[in-house]
């Protein structure tokens, strides 16, 4: 299975363009207000290469249709405690739908088979109280008890020093990484130079 590349907590305009550049394959904004990350307006350059991703937080379906429709959202990021039918209603009016779980007991991963109908791609990240952006990592030894269909996102605490352990790791549901504060300036703003060498040495390992 091809692996893929989110770059995640965008807000910035030329910092946007110029991680963009580096030819991600996804790049996620936040929408949730009490993120450090929460892009307030639109800016005033969005990507066009690459899928963009809204990321909520138990957000009310109207206000996620409403900005799917302004920003021209390509997958809908739901990190929250969203319902399995809560993600069905809004799978089915089209969106591509990518569940977020906070792992830290074999009984997370099994509460992932509740959302298989209602998921394109599941994300795993490390608990913590302001849903994601932790910067820290969690368990990966417990994934290898994930036996459900879905691909999954790794997320958590990724970084330049987590290369070593990503060779490490292997799992035929694995899509792809998920990277955001390990990789910044200041919230919000990436450091370009960082994410291109982390993409170039995951090319090199042949991770990407």
């Not at 390509?74 to 799978?91: A, F």
């Amino acid at each position: 299975m091809k692996k893929v590349l989110k770059v995640c907590g965008m807000t910035h305009s030329l910092n946007i363009k110029k991680v963009e550049a580096i030819k991600p394959d996804f790049m996620g904004f936040i929408f949730y207000q009490k993120s450090s990350r929460f892009l307030k307006e639109p800016p005033s350059y969005l990507p066009t290469k690459v899928n963009r991703v809204g990321v909520f937080v138990n957000e009310k379906q109207e206000t996620i249709r409403e900005i799917a429709n302004l920003y021209s959202l390509d997958y809908i990021q739901l990190h929250g405690n969203e319902s399995p039918i809560y993600c069905k209603e809004l799978q089915q009016e089209g969106f591509n739908l990518i569940k977020a779980f906070q792992i830290s007991s074999i009984s997370d991963l099994e509460n992932t088979t509740n959302y298989i109908n209602s998921s394109q791609y599941f994300l795993f990240d490390t608990p913590c109280s302001g849903y994601g952006g932790s910067g820290e990592q969690f368990n990966w030894d417990l994934l290898h008890q994930y036996e459900n269909s879905i691909p999954f996102f790794l997320s958590g605490g990724l970084s330049l020093k987590s290369i070593s352990e990503l060779r490490a790791f292997t799992h035929p549901k694995l899509i792809g990484y998920d990277i955001n504060s390990q990789f910044e300036i200041k919230p919000g703003i990436k450091s370009e130079a960082k994410v291109e060498l982390f993409k170039n040495q995951l090319i090199k390992y042949n991770l990407l």
